[in-house]
């Protein structure tokens, strides 16, 4: 029994480094119409610029924030200079989708000879263990659930509250109608791919620092579960990323507590089938695509 | 056939100068031309209704005015600037308001994010007042504000469409089949009451109607559009004068069942 507390606890920090990468994810796809499949590689990407900001000595948290800007202003290149001008020559979302997994296979290959194969790791104490029962968890794990809680809550605040993220379902909603609003649609999806950028590379700094090494073929496996967490909750939809992330947390984790570890993706994918057939919309049907909570 | 020539674009009998003018446009999809040579004009204070069968290429023109398609010809006139083929939102900008027929709304958001979005242009300070204000207009949007608005009934819903175009007071206002689907008590008096009322405090407003007799009862000037082409345009009592009126929609081998009353009947 024990086992599976335990397995809970790591659950929590699964899910909060899936929503991070997940909600990330899937408002590109909400907002933007882009199904980003180079998604994972700038994840990893992230994660290897913060590497080496840590080999020099550098703080990993301070690495973090490097890894997120890398992110953030990777992505909205990528979608200007990559993504943009083929959605704007009518390329159908089939194309994009394939002209997303071309710029993910060049990024893995772009990034081998600079990093290599082998695995890597921060240099980080992961600091002292804490104890609430028989969860057993490190300080950096505490600290990386508290990133996803408070960045949860912010975006919650940015698509509530806010000017630009009101514009930003709105675009979502109906691009025409926004235009004709005087809404600047290009300015705010640049916004999109900044702050959807940013939230890939946290995500993927903090992927590498919840896991003892990473490698470059981490990129297709968070892949995997960023797309089953999107896809349960309902491709497009913010918060049912977040629902997503934490029933794809929570299950992986348990099962590798039941079954084992190496299964992980495997379960993630196993879901990701299932949900296609039985309920193919996801949880939060689409109609309510970027629908205020409740 | 055509009664007025096109090309005299002077304001004759006694219109108000062109606030918004549209010459000789052509335009449409893919490359294909849709509407061919068509002028158009609007100033302020006047209700100009543009009927016609459907697949005249009403629609169409009213998108090129907005900026959503692309004028291969022909050029528009916003006041004296030329405006052709500018971007929608520097034309909401600049006072040109566009409800569309269908998707005239933003649907996950709550009525009061729509009426914001109408005011995006605007400081927050102002939307405030703007929210007010338009909730005097139509007063049964004010309770409901925090209602998505994809729950809102076929009336409440093009009140809300119209409302969200007034939050940045445009000086012109382009109305696509504003009475599509709504009853025909509601129709009358969405165009008696409310068209009128703001070409009344001085909008331009440019409007396409499939209920065509109850357009021309509300409007300073027609224009009859066929097959992408202005077959006839005129005072609504000279229009309907003519003995050919009907004839001439058609003579286009197209019926024209919004003239017909039983259709104004029907639910």
Same mark, same amino acid.
């Given at each position: 029994?024990?086992?599976?507390?335990? &397995?809970?606890?790591?659950?929590?920090?699964?899910?909060?480094?899936?929503?991070?990468?997940?909600?990330?994810?899937?408002? +590109?796809?909400g907002?933007?119409?882009?199904?980003?499949?180079?998604?994972?590689e700038?994840m990893?990407s &992230?994660a290897?610029?913060?590497?080496?900001?840590n080999? &020099?000595?550098i703080?990993?948290?301070?690495g973090m924030v490097?890894g997120?800007?890398?992110?953030?202003?990777?992505?909205?290149?990528?979608?200007?200079?990559?993504?943009a001008?083929?959605?704007?020559?009518?390329?159908?979302?089939?194309?994009?989708?394939?002209?997303?997994? &071309?710029?993910?296979?060049m990024?893995a290959?772009?990034?081998?000879?600079?990093?290599?194969?082998?695995?890597?790791?921060?240099?980080?104490?992961a600091g002292?263990?804490i104890?609430?029962g028989?969860i057993?968890?490190?300080?950096?794990?505490?600290?990386?659930?508290g990133?996803?809680?408070?960045l949860?809550?912010?975006?919650?605040?940015?698509?509530?509250?806010?000017?630009l993220?009101k514009?930003?379902?709105a675009t979502?909603a109906?691009?025409?109608?926004a235009?004709?609003?005087?809404?600047?649609t290009q300015?705010?999806i640049?916004?999109v791919?900044?702050i959807?950028?940013?939230m890939?590379?946290?995500a993927?700094?903090?992927?590498?620092?919840?896991?003892?090494?990473?490698?470059?073929?981490n990129?297709?496996?968070?892949?995997?579960?960023?797309?089953?967490?999107a896809?349960?909750?309902?491709?497009?939809?913010p918060?049912?990323?977040?629902?997503g992330?934490v029933?794809?947390?929570?299950?992986?984790?348990?099962?590798?507590?039941?079954w084992s570890?190496?299964?992980?993706?495997?379960?993630?994918f196993a879901?990701?089938?299932?949900?296609?057939?039985?309920?193919? +919309?996801?949880?939060?049907?689409?109609?309510?695509?970027l629908?205020?909570a409740? | 056939?055509?009664?007025?020539s096109?090309d005299?674009?002077?304001?004759?009998?006694?219109?108000?100068?062109?606030?918004?003018?549209?010459?000789?446009?052509?335009?449409?999809?893919?490359?294909?031309?849709?509407?061919?040579?068509?002028?158009?004009?609007?100033?302020?204070?006047?209700?100009?209704a543009?009927?016609?069968?459907?697949?005249?290429?009403?629609?169409?023109?009213?998108?090129?005015?907005?900026?959503?398609?692309?004028v291969?010809?022909?050029?528009?006139?916003?006041?004296?600037?030329?405006v052709t083929?500018?971007?929608?939102?520097?034309?909401a900008?600049?006072?040109?308001?566009?409800?569309?027929?269908?998707?005239?709304?933003?649907?996950?958001?709550?009525?009061?994010?729509?009426l914001?979005?109408g005011?995006y242009?605007?400081?927050g300070?102002?939307v405030?007042?703007r929210?007010?204000?338009?909730?005097?207009?139509?007063?049964?949007?004010?309770?409901? /504000?925090?209602?998505?608005?994809?729950?809102?009934s076929?009336?409440?819903?093009?009140?809300?469409a119209?409302?969200?175009?007034?939050?940045?007071d445009?000086?012109v206002?382009i109305?696509?089949?504003?009475?599509?689907?709504?009853?025909?008590?509601?129709?009358?008096? /969405? /165009?008696?009451?409310h068209?009128?009322?703001?070409?009344?405090?001085?909008?331009?407003?440019?409007?396409?109607?499939q209920?065509?007799?109850?357009?021309?009862k509300?409007?300073d000037?027609?224009?009859?559009?066929?097959?992408?082409?202005?077959r006839?345009?005129?005072?609504?009592?000279?229009?309907?004068?003519r003995?050919?009126?009907?004839e001439?929609?058609?003579?286009a081998?197209?019926t024209?069942?919004?003239v017909?009353?039983e259709d104004?009947?029907?639910?």
């Open positions: 029994m024990d086992l599976f507390v335990a &397995a809970f606890g790591f659950g929590l920090v699964s899910m909060s480094v899936i929503a991070i990468a997940a909600v990330g994810f899937t408002m +590109q796809f907002i933007t119409n882009m199904i980003n499949l180079a998604y994972g700038v990893i &992230a290897y610029v913060a590497y080496y900001v080999k &020099a000595g703080s990993i948290w301070l490097v997120a800007l890398f992110g953030s202003v990777f992505s909205f290149l990528l979608n200007r200079f990559v993504y001008p083929f959605m704007r020559k009518g390329t159908a979302n089939l194309g994009m989708v394939i002209v997303s997994l &071309a710029v993910s296979l990024m290959n772009l990034l081998l000879p600079i990093v290599g194969y082998y695995s890597v790791s921060y240099q980080e104490d002292s263990l104890r609430l028989s057993v968890l490190t300080r950096d794990q505490l600290i990386i659930i990133v996803a809680v408070v949860m809550l912010g975006i919650h605040a940015l698509l509530t509250y806010t000017r993220g514009a930003m379902r979502a109906n691009p025409t109608l235009r004709n609003c005087g809404i600047p300015r705010v640049d916004s791919w900044l959807t950028g940013a890939c590379g946290l993927g700094v903090v992927a590498a620092l919840n896991s003892d090494s990473f490698a470059i073929a990129g297709a496996a968070f892949l995997i579960t960023i797309l089953a967490a896809v349960l909750g309902g491709a497009g939809q918060y049912g990323a977040m629902i992330a029933l794809i947390g929570l299950i992986t984790e348990l099962s590798a507590a039941a570890p190496q299964y992980k993706e495997v379960v993630a879901i990701l089938v299932l949900v296609m057939v039985l309920r193919p +919309q996801g949880l939060l049907a689409k109609r309510g695509a629908a205020a409740g | 056939m055509t009664l007025i096109l005299s674009q002077q304001q004759v009998d006694g219109r108000p100068a062109a606030s918004l003018r549209a010459e000789h446009i052509t335009s449409g999809y893919g490359g294909v031309p849709v509407i061919r040579d068509v002028s158009i004009s609007v100033g302020p204070s006047e209700i100009v543009i009927i016609g069968p459907n697949g005249a290429g009403k629609s169409t023109l009213l998108k090129s005015l907005v900026g959503i398609l692309r291969t010809g022909g050029r528009i006139l916003l006041g004296a600037d030329d083929n500018h971007p929608p939102e520097e034309l900008r600049r006072g040109v308001g566009y409800v569309p027929q269908v998707n005239d709304i933003f649907e996950p958001l709550t009525v009061l994010e729509n914001e979005m005011g242009l605007l400081t300070a102002q405030r007042t929210v007010a204000e338009v909730g005097d207009v139509f007063p049964q949007l004010p309770p409901m /504000l925090k209602r998505r608005a994809d729950k809102l076929g009336g409440e819903r093009k009140m809300l119209i409302a969200r175009v007034l939050m940045l445009p000086k206002l109305l696509d089949e504003p009475t599509a689907n709504l009853s025909p008590k509601l129709a009358d008096s /969405l /165009l008696t009451e068209v009128k009322r703001l070409a009344g405090v001085g909008k331009a407003v440019l409007l396409v109607e209920r065509a007799r109850a357009a021309l509300i409007a000037w027609t224009s009859v559009l066929v097959s992408g082409a202005t006839l345009e005129g005072r609504p009592d000279e229009l309907l004068k003995q050919d009126f009907e001439l929609f058609l003579g081998g197209t024209l069942p919004a017909d009353e104004d009947d029907k639910r």
